[in-house]
């Protein structure tokens, strides 16, 4: 069974670090051919929007405008893990943060539960 749990979330001053981690269970990102990791964000009464993505294809990166140049996506294929690293937090940046991970080949699509991230002094 895949499972996507994240980890990591918390309450931060402005300014400060987290980083989120996405552990992945019932398959082996070494073993995918293709994938998208992606991190998404749901602040409270907005819509979920994109934050970063991480594909298979060595490793390729795109972040939001929001996030460029604060936040960081990383993978640790041994650990079978996805890790977001955040920098330079803003109260807007507080949402509760979601994993999601697309197997093209397989038409397959998951979703964490999600990590909350409260940015405030």
């Known amino acids: 069974q895949v499972q996507l749990v994240e980890s990591g979330g918390g309450l931060v001053q402005p300014g400060g670090s987290l980083r989120l981690s996405c552990a992945a269970s019932g398959f082996m990102f070494s073993r995918i051919p293709r994938y998208v990791v992606s991190w998404y964000r749901q602040a409270p009464g907005k819509e979920r929007e994109l934050v970063a993505t991480?594909?298979?294809?060595?490793?390729?990166?795109t972040y939001a405008d929001s996030v460029k140049d604060r936040f960081t996506i990383s993978r640790d294929v041994r650990r079978n893990t996805i890790y977001l690293q955040m920098m330079s937090l803003k109260p807007e940046d507080t949402a509760v943060y979601y994993c999601?991970?697309?197997?093209?080949?397989?038409?397959?699509?998951?979703w964490g539960k999600g990590t909350s991230v409260t940015v405030s002094s």
């Open positions: 991480i594909t298979s294809a060595r490793g390729t990166t």
């Open positions: 999601y991970a697309k197997f093209p080949d397989y038409d397959t699509t998951y």
